[in-house]
Each structure stands twice: as structure tokens, then as C-alpha cells.
């Protein structure tokens, strides 16, 4: 396997008044090309405060986060943009799609922002709903679909751009068990047909035990432990 992602003594430390919270204290890690990793930890063990540095929605305090070699922590705002734009697909727990817009333009917009044509954007987001399983509803908007539905729209719309790596923040966490198994169930199916790399965040060990190949734990900011399914 090839390193798609490599952290070494990653950090993020924030200012509240006159504390400093040590979000990520040295987090150092890789994740393979193909790999299906789960990142594991309670309410402020820094999981969510990680992938918003792998998503390039947030800069490192210190240390070093290299996506195919290249060094987030070094780049310009205009190069991490286009880390968001080709590298990354993000999964919201909350869906965060845009209530008065349809399936079809949340899915469509992603690539509107990637500069995409317009005729190829409302093609690809066909496509994409279709391979969700929502081929009846591209003209629905969010509040009038299902929480699993919205899910499955946020999923189309992270894969709008074709990215290597798929971020999902605990992406059952508004589900029900039965719509939760269906979406973990179709980030498998993406995993291991469509060779993405996915890495989960949550807090539910037996969730990333079943899905993922790897599990890594953190606490407090720092890795405590690593297992293999």
C-alpha cells in the first residue's frame, strides 16, 4: 500500500483566556492508500479537531500533515482551497446541506465551486444520486427528505469532485440503527469497490471495530491506542 496520509507530532493548540487548550499534543499517524481507518474518542479527545486539519479547514499549531507528500501545514490559502476542492470529501453528522436547494443543485454545487461545466455538473449529480439510491428524488429538497436520504445526498455531494479520501464525522450520528447500517454499508461498498480511502470519526468502538480495518484511539489530545479488526 502507498501512504496517501502522514501526521507527525501534529498539533493544535487554541487560546482561551489565559489557559491554552492542547486540542492535538503530537499526534503522529498514516493511513494507506485504500484504507478504511477509524479514528475513536470521547467528547474532546481531539478526533473532530484532526479532521478538520486532514480537511484543510483549520492550520496546525506545529509538526507536519503531509496528504501525498505535500505538507498542509506549508500551504498557501489558495493551495489549501484546492485540498478541499480534489483531495477531500467531508460527511457531516448534522447533513450540512443547504435547506432551499434541491438534491440535485447541494450535489451539483460542490463542483460549481471546482469550477466543473455546468452541463457535467447536473450529469454527475444524476449519476451520483442514482448510485445513492435516490434516482426518484433529485428535485426534492432537504426537508423533504428522510434523515437517510439527506445522508445520502451529503454522501453524492462528497464524491462530487472524485476525491481521494473520504472524511466522515460521525455520519450516523442523527440515524436511526437500521438507516445507520445503510449509510455504513454504502462507505464500506465505496471503500472496497470503488478503492476509497475513508476514515471515520466516532465514538462508538463496536461502530469502527465492524467497519474499519484500523482503529486508532485517541484521548486528550494524543493517540493511546491502535487495533485491527
Do not use: C, W
Not at 59 to 72: A, E, K, M, S, V
Not at 96 to 115: E, I, K, R
Not at 138 to 146: I, K, M, N
Request: aromatic share 4%.
Amino acid at each position: 500500500m502507498t501512504a496517501l496520509l502522514e501526521t507527525q507530532g501534529l498539533k493544535r493548540h487554541y487560546r482561551m483566556g489565559e489557559s491554552t487548550v492542547r486540542a492535538l499534543d503530537g499526534v503522529s499517524m498514516t493511513v494507506e492508500q485504500g484504507e478504511f481507518v477509524g479514528l475513536l474518542g470521547t467528547s474532546g479527545s481531539g478526533k473532530s479537531t484532526l479532521l478538520n486539519l486532514i480537511a484543510g479547514l483549520d492550520r496546525p499549531t506545529d509538526g507536519t500533515l503531509r496528504i501525498f507528500g505535500d505538507d498542509l501545514a506549508q500551504m498557501s490559502s489558495t493551495a489549501l482551497s484546492l485540498h478541499r476542492q480534489r483531495n477531500v470529501g467531508i460527511i457531516f453528522q448534522s447533513f450540512n446541506l443547504v435547506s432551499t436547494m434541491t438534491a440535485s443543485d447541494n450535489v451539483a454545487l460542490a463542483m460549481m465551486f471546482a469550477g466543473v461545466p455546468r452541463a457535467e455538473r447536473e450529469r454527475r449529480a444524476r449519476e451520483l444520486l442514482d448510485a445513492m439510491g435516490l434516482s426518484g428524488r433529485p428535485q426534492h429538497r432537504p426537508p423533504e427528505l428522510s434523515g437517510g436520504e439527506q445522508q445520502r445526498v451529503a454522501i453524492a455531494r462528497a464524491l462530487a469532485n472524485k476525491p481521494h479520501l473520504l472524511l466522515a464525522d460521525e455520519p450516523t450520528g442523527n440515524l436511526d440503527s437500521r438507516t445507520s447500517a445503510e449509510i455504513m454499508g454504502l462507505l464500506k461498498q465505496l471503500n472496497e469497490r470503488d478503492g476509497k480511502t475513508v476514515i471515520l470519526v466516532t465514538h462508538d468502538a463496536a461502530l469502527a471495530a465492524k467497519y474499519a480495518h484500523r482503529t486508532i484511539t485517541l484521548l486528550d489530545g494524543v493517540v493511546v491506542g491502535e487495533s485491527r479488526s
